[in-house]
């Protein structure tokens, strides 16, 4: 089926680890977004992107960084992981900036610990 | 910039009476509106939005949202709730301007609770 598909679903890093958060849509989407999601403070966001090579800094970006080659994929990588970015991470895609909707991924549930 | 105030964490309703989500925005510039819902362990999924026209617009699953540009409100409104509308509700916006392209803005969103 077509959509945002994230992986992993779930992780365990410690603290000081990295790794990356992967996000791929096969709807030929523009628009690509990555939020972070903490209980009781909605949806935040980290980074965005418009295009392939084009990616800016959305409300949270600080231990984050991504990258965006090509269309279909937008991955997350977090560096240093620190106990304050355990949350869960959605992954979005738009064909015209989310004016007509998001479509959004399954996330990933991450626990620095 | 933008913000979003949902004035209830949480909404417990009992099966088939009426409720209401309150969302009120905050903006110096015109805006379009949204309403999400998530199911548990799900991502969301869009509800209905407004963009511009009738005040009134209709969306998925029997729900509905007046857009008050006076009251800077946007509240989500369905006659008879089901068990099935359990779920995390959220309201966004984005400027007008921006076409969306630089992300929404969301509210801390209200969990609505449906007893049987």
């Known amino acids: 089926n077509a959509g945002v598909t994230q992986t992993p679903k779930f992780r365990i890093l410690k603290i000081g680890q990295s790794m990356t958060l992967q996000c791929a849509q096969d709807?030929?989407?523009?628009?690509m977004y990555w939020y972070r999601q903490d209980p009781g403070m909605g949806l935040k966001l980290i980074y965005y992107?418009?295009?392939?090579?084009?990616?800016d800094k959305g409300e949270v970006p600080n231990g984050y960084n991504v990258s965006r080659s090509t269309t279909e994929d937008f991955p997350l990588r977090l560096e240093l992981a620190a106990p304050s970015q355990t949350s869960v991470y959605f992954c979005?895609?738009?064909?015209?900036?989310?004016?007509?909707?998001?479509?959004f991924g399954s996330g990933t549930r991450l626990t620095v610990v | 910039a933008q913000s979003v105030t949902q004035l209830d964490s949480q909404v417990p309703v009992f099966e088939e009476a009426p409720v209401e989500l309150r969302c009120n925005y905050s903006?110096?510039?015109?805006?379009?509106l949204f309403w999400y819902v998530q199911y548990p362990n799900q991502g969301l999924q869009l509800l209905l939005k407004?963009?511009?026209?009738?005040?009134l617009v209709k969306g998925i699953n029997g729900f509905e949202a007046e857009f008050n540009k006076s009251q800077t409100s946007f509240h989500l409104r369905k006659p008879s709730v089901h068990i099935s509308d359990t779920a995390e509700y959220f309201c966004?916006?984005?400027?007008?301007?921006?076409?969306?392209?630089?992300?929404?803005?969301f509210g801390k969103g209200t969990h609505l609770i449906i007893q049987p």
């Open positions: 979005a895609s738009s064909y015209d900036g989310g004016v007509y909707g998001y479509t």
């Open positions: 709807m030929n989407h523009n628009y």
């Open positions: 992107s418009v295009g392939a090579g084009i990616t």
């Open positions: 903006s110096s510039v015109s805006v379009y």
């Open positions: 407004y963009l511009s026209g009738s005040t």
């Open positions: 966004a916006v984005t400027a007008f301007s921006g076409g969306g392209a630089d992300g929404l803005t």
